[in-house]
């Protein structure tokens, strides 16, 4: 075990070392325009100026034709004040900046056709150059040489890169507002069905949706599908997209009715129905207003579907469908005990924790699986993103927001898990009238959680299992209270409803006549079986002698 965690801190420590991202800006000799582009620099070679301004401005020696690894290939004169661009390939990224060093040049930058990786060497090699030497990507090659002419010119730099982006804000209020308004509106909608008896005016439209009990065999069988997913998508992921966005597609077009219907049947207008027919959903004859609802919903789901890779603006709707699913889920699937709550949420921490950390150990690219499925592998053909996760883009000017990822993520799993837990202590609050102390603490650390989960992102400086932070923050909390309380047997069982309590029985006494009856005991008083008996009694009483004397005949 000590061995393993060694390997991953080794990995972290390596990659963060070795990788690091800047911009090299290229413009013309008028200097009239510039634009940035993504470059992968190792600082052991030489380091890169933070500012601009700082950086040296020399001219592009367009050498792309070559690979640039025997003195053959250097043209007449070197590269006196300038900076060669070569391509990658057929010797090593040593022989190639050495090459460049030696005839002048005063950095390079390297062409990859592949993914970008850090240009390695060992410690005699660093020591040996002087020179910056930067990848950069054979698209961004062929857009300088389609936008700029031949006397184009580059700085190369890497601005300080921000602990934190503000944008993480934005996610923070999204995450905690959903589990706790989803958590809340889970509990209060399972307490009213348990209390309450629905008129049913409306027909269809006024049922509420029907809950799902999990069970700890659903649990697992969830887990595994979990598991079998994520790896398919590692493997097939150009296959598999398409049809997960389908599916997003749909489940939000639901989320969204379901989350929408309550407020729409507020409103006084369109309470007619269709007339009848036989399309599918409208046999029904549904009101006008809950079509023309479905009719928003499923366009808006279309929209989305339609113009999802328009970064510009296209994440709000993400976003929007995204909360309005997750709210969704919250309502349905209901976990009956705490004791289901800790299996669930136990397991999944386990599952998240495997593909984050584990999994780089045992993919030949040193990728975690979790990772590179979320924010879509850099070789995808299609290029497509799946549609899982809150997605916020970066609001600070670094080089990550243009290289890497230009948005910060949230997994609906990091949502709904915790979000199921925090449901489970509103209805328990009700059971118990305890001011909604569970539910207000387990909202709380998971707010605690999620601000451990962004310290640990900026301190790794790579993408972390949010349950790992949430799973303890959630749990111990939520057991803490009840141990607090001493309702932890009650917490544990979820037992306590006031319709799964059996009720007091009804014993019926004989009392003579000439003996007056004794006083109700508290017990007796507050037992709502004896309550209605007594209506019952005073009911009986109050009939009219003529009543009595019908019934009598």
């Known amino acids: 075990m000590r061995d393993a965690v060694t390997l991953v801190l080794g990995a972290i420590f390596f990659e963060q070392v070795l990788g690091e991202y800047g911009m090299a800006h290229v413009s013309d000799q008028r200097k009239n325009k510039g634009k940035d582009y993504c470059i992968l620099f190792n600082s052991q070679w030489a380091h890169l100026p933070q500012d601009l301004g700082k950086a040296s401005r020399l001219q592009i020696h367009d050498l792309t034709a070559s690979v640039l690894c025997s003195p053959s290939e250097v043209p007449a004169g070197g590269f006196t004040n300038r900076i060669p661009m070569v391509l990658r390939g057929n010797c090593t990224f040593y022989e190639k900046v050495r090459l460049a060093q030696i005839n002048g040049a005063k950095g390079l930058l390297i062409v990859s056709r592949d993914r970008l990786t850090p240009p390695a060497g060992n410690r005699s090699q660093y020591e040996e150059i002087d020179i910056p030497v930067a990848l950069l990507s054979y698209t961004d090659m062929l857009d300088i040489s389609k936008t700029f002419g031949k006397g184009r010119e580059v ?269 489970y202590c509103h209805r328990f609050d009700i059971q118990v009238q305890s001011s909604q102390i569970y539910f207000v603490a387990c909202t709380v650390a998971y707010g605690i959680g999620l601000l451990i989960t962004f310290v640990a992102l900026a301190l790794m400086q790579m993408g972390q299992p949010a349950l790992l932070y949430l799973v303890p923050c959630t749990l111990l909390t939520s057991l803490g209270v009840a141990l607090w309380r001493r309702e932890l047997a009650m917490f544990w069982t979820g037992s306590g409803f006031a319709k799964e309590m059996p009720q007091p029985p009804l014993v019926m006494t004989p009392i003579n006549c000439t003996q007056s009856p004794d006083p109700p005991t508290k017990e007796q008083l507050t037992s709502p079986a004896l309550q209605a008996a007594e209506e019952a009694t005073n009911q009986s009483e109050e009939k009219s002698p003529r009543e009595a004397k019908n019934e009598s005949n």
């Not at 006024?206 to 590692?234: A, G, R």
């Not at 996760?389 to 609906?412: E, H, Q, T």
């Open 155 to 423: 700085a190369m730099y890497a601005p300080h890169e921000p602990v934190l982006d503000y944008n993480m804000v934005i996610i923070f209020l999204m995450a905690v507002g959903t589990v706790a308004v989803g958590g809340y509106w889970a509990g209060s909608r399972d307490v009213k069905k348990r209390y309450m008896k629905h008129k049913r005016d409306d027909g269809a439209e006024t049922q509420d949706e029907e809950t799902v009990d999990v069970t700890p065999i659903m649990i697992c069988v969830f887990v595994v599908m979990c598991c079998s997913m994520l790896v398919l998508l590692y493997y097939f992921y150009d296959h598999l997209v398409y049809m997960i966005i389908g599916i997003f597609c749909l489940a939000a077009s639901i989320g969204l009715y379901s989350c929408l219907s309550p407020f729409v049947r507020r409103i006084p207008f369109g309470k007619c129905r269709i007339p009848e027919n036989n399309l599918p959903y409208c046999h029904k004859r549904p009101q006008v207003r809950m079509l023309l609802l479905s009719v928003f919903c499923v366009s808006v789901s279309v929209i989305w579907g339609v113009f999802r890779n328009e970064d510009q603006w296209a994440w709000v709707l993400q976003d929007a469908l995204g909360i309005a699913f997750c709210l969704y889920m919250l309502k349905t699937i209901r976990l009956p005990t705490f004791k289901a709550c800790t299996l669930l949420l136990a397991v999944l921490f386990v599952y998240d924790v495997f593909f984050v950390f584990i999994t780089p150990l045992l993919t030949k690219s040193g990728e975690s699986i979790m990772v590179e499925v979320a924010a879509g592998p850099s070789d995808s053909s299609t290029h497509e993103k799946l549609p899982m996760v809150l997605k916020v883009p970066r609001l600070n000017f670094s080089p990550l927001a243009l290289c890497d990822r230009p948005f910060s993520l949230l997994g609906f799993g990091d949502i709904l898990v915790p979000g199921l837990l925090v449901a």
